[in-house]
């Protein structure tokens, strides 16, 4: 089932702080988040796992609340260069089986 | 290293036809997988395989074969186009298997079915 994003899209002048938020309905084991920009491949972002751990670039922010099962990307002093679609893929089990959102996606203007 | 690699990068094929979309990664990864994206809909994984010989099924793989023969290959093959499978298909791999490992994704194929 597949995860749900919110906000659907957001506008943003260069500075201004954006959060992402990714919902399941199901527990989760690990929340991954990419961007992809137009006509182009996702690229990885921050990877959350169940238990605490993280593995992401270091300007990137992200929380896990497992009780609720959300995670939320911080995107803080927005730059030009952060406009894209944002995903989040979430998986329930250790295997393989990743599910997708539909997407945030987040324009900064100058 | 080209990381992963995808062609063709566009297509159009009518009705019925087949064809086989190729895949292929540098980096030694023992998981690959095969997404599609449509408008609005994110991501769909399709097929994904955890090592040579070894292929599953993810949420949408009605129409679509997949063989992983070697570490490097994981071609995806279409039996008989349908205009809903015009999309753009992703071929993405990892180090690792398990959710837990970042996913490297291709450069896509835009697939259009007539």
């Known amino acids: 089932q597949q995860p749900v994003q919110s906000p659907q899209a957001v506008i943003l002048r260069e500075g201004e702080d954006a959060v992402i938020n990714c919902s399941s309905s199901?527990?989760?084991?690990?929340v991954h988040w990419y961007r992809q920009k137009h006509g182009e491949a996702p690229v990885f972002l921050m990877i959350?796992?169940?238990?605490?751990e993280q593995k992401g670039h270091e300007k990137i922010s992200a929380s896990f609340n497992e009780k609720k099962q959300q995670s939320s990307l911080y995107l803080t002093a927005s730059q030009l260069s952060y406009s894209g679609t944002y995903f989040c893929?979430?998986?329930?089990?250790?295997?393989?089986?990743?599910?997708f959102g539909a997407g945030t996606r987040l324009t900064v203007k100058p | 290293n080209a990381g992963v690699t995808q062609t063709p990068k566009f297509q159009v094929l009518k009705t019925g036809q087949s064809m086989t979309l190729q895949c292929a990664q540098d980096?030694?990864?023992?998981?690959m997988s095969w997404y599609r994206q449509d408008p609005g809909m994110g991501l769909r994984l399709i097929h994904y395989?955890?090592?040579?010989?070894?292929?599953d099924q993810g949420e949408v793989p009605n129409g679509y074969n997949v063989s992983r023969s070697t570490t490097e290959d994981f071609p995806l093959r279409l039996l008989s186009a349908a205009p809903s499978q015009t999309s753009v298909y992703f071929c993405?791999?990892?180090?690792?298997?398990?959710?837990?490992?970042?996913?490297?994704f291709g450069p896509g194929t835009r697939l259009t079915v007539l």
């Open positions: 893929g979430t998986a329930h089990t250790s295997n393989n089986d990743m599910r």
């Open positions: 959350l796992l169940k238990g605490g």
């Open positions: 980096m030694n990864h023992e998981y």
């Open positions: 395989s955890v090592g040579a010989g070894i292929t």
């Open positions: 199901k527990a989760l084991y690990s």
């Open positions: 993405a791999s990892s180090y690792g298997v398990g959710p837990g490992n970042e996913q490297f």
